[in-house]
């Protein structure tokens, strides 16, 4: 609910940090947004909230805009235009969701070509994370340029969107990657982790109709029955040794199953790194065995990150094409703007977890 200041200036409740600085995270009352020409005025629905999230809000990184301490937190966003600029394509009513990246000033030879997720400069800017300010607001204005329109019959689903680019890029890229040989032709995928992230992926290569298996540590509980019912396999902590699958997505950044990953890919395979490691923990790691297998077996392994327009756009076109009710158990937890707080506790049965704005959105 939007309240007035005394001055007349409508108030909204913001979650915001200080970044590098633990536990600053706080629901603070800012003023509206100021009308900008060419921007959209958009009304918060959801936030998706994830690991990205939870570091900054511990202090590990994140950067506030020029000039201001703290940052409104909240890269994974689904809102609904209230406000439109004739001739920038959306209409109150509209919902969308914003594109994270921003490109860098100078610009960089790949942001001048909008392809800001593979900057090669760093000094790209991102929503609720490094130097602009995040969705997490109930109003916010957002440039149509970084607007994505999608589809309104996937209500709130669709806070489901800035994870799914992530695998919209990776499938991408491997795809390219595939293409330096004539006979490329993928059956098999191996994805690691079965978190919102893992079981985008696996759905995405069901979509493709490549044959899906699903490694995590979770014996029971819904991560199972998700990669079952996507017509996957689903494998709980261990795989069989003679498994070497044509293309493996690595989502959980755990630097054991990076060791196993690398060195159990197929000929001609090729693993995309998608999770974060920490640094500073050294494990025993066979390079030569390593470089002997990559070489000998034209294996290609890549890591990718963040994601441009065109990824934003094949994973609403993928999320559109979803089973609903498959969709919907994906959101494990849907908290109340006045519940705040727990929307960025971490619960062992979580998969994603949203800050629901709109009490009664679908």
């Not at 392809?115 to 130097?131: L, P």
């Not at 029971?220 to 293309?247: E, M, N, Q, S």
Request: with cysteine; hydrophobic share 40%; glycine share 10%.
């Amino acid at each position: 609910m939007l309240r007035l200041s005394l001055l007349g200036v409508r108030i909204v409740k913001a979650v915001t940090v200080v970044p590098g600085t633990p536990a600053s995270i706080q629901l603070d009352d800012l003023p509206e947004p100021r009308t900008d020409d060419g921007m959209l005025l958009v009304q918060a629905l959801a936030l998706g909230v994830c690991g990205t999230d939870r570091e900054i809000i511990s202090g590990a990184y994140g950067w506030p805009p020029p000039g201001a301490e703290r940052l409104i937190l909240g890269h994974e966003s689904l809102g609904r235009v209230v406000e439109a600029p004739p001739g920038s394509g959306f209409a109150k009513g509209d919902p969308v969701v914003g594109i994270v990246r921003r490109p860098d000033p100078v610009p960089c030879p790949s942001c001048a070509v909008g392809e800001w997720d593979m900057c090669r400069n760093g000094q790209y800017t991102e929503r609720g994370i490094k130097s602009i300010n995040g969705f997490g607001a109930e109003r916010y204005r957002l440039e149509p340029d970084y607007a994505v329109k999608v589809d309104p019959s996937l209500g709130m689903l669709a806070v489901l969107l800035e994870p799914s680019t992530i695998l919209a890029k990776a499938w991408d890229h491997i795809d390219r990657i595939g293409q330096r040989t004539r006979s490329w032709s993928p059956k098999t995928v191996l994805v690691t982790g079965a978190g919102p992230v893992g079981l985008l992926a696996a759905l995405m290569g069901k979509q493709r109709g490549i044959e899906v298996h699903v490694l995590d540590l979770a014996d029971t509980g819904p991560k199972p029955d998700l990669v079952r019912d996507l017509g996957g396999t689903y494998h709980a902590r261990t795989l069989a040794d003679d498994f070497a699958p044509d293309i493996i997505i690595e989502c959980t950044g755990a630097l054991p199953v990076l060791v196993d990953v690398m060195k159990r890919v197929g000929s001609d395979g090729i693993v995309c790194l998608t999770g974060v490691s920490n640094s500073g923990h050294p494990l025993p790691f066979d390079f030569g065995g390593f470089n002997r297998h990559a070489v000998l077996n034209n294996t290609v392994t890549f890591g990718s990150v963040n994601a441009n327009r065109a990824h934003y756009e094949a994973g609403a076109a993928a999320l559109a094409k979803a089973d609903r009710q498959w969709l919907s158990r994906l959101i494990t937890r849907r908290v109340p703007l006045a519940r705040w707080q727990e929307a960025f506790e971490r619960r062992p049965e979580d998969i994603k977890v949203i800050l629901q704005f709109e009490p009664d959105a679908a």
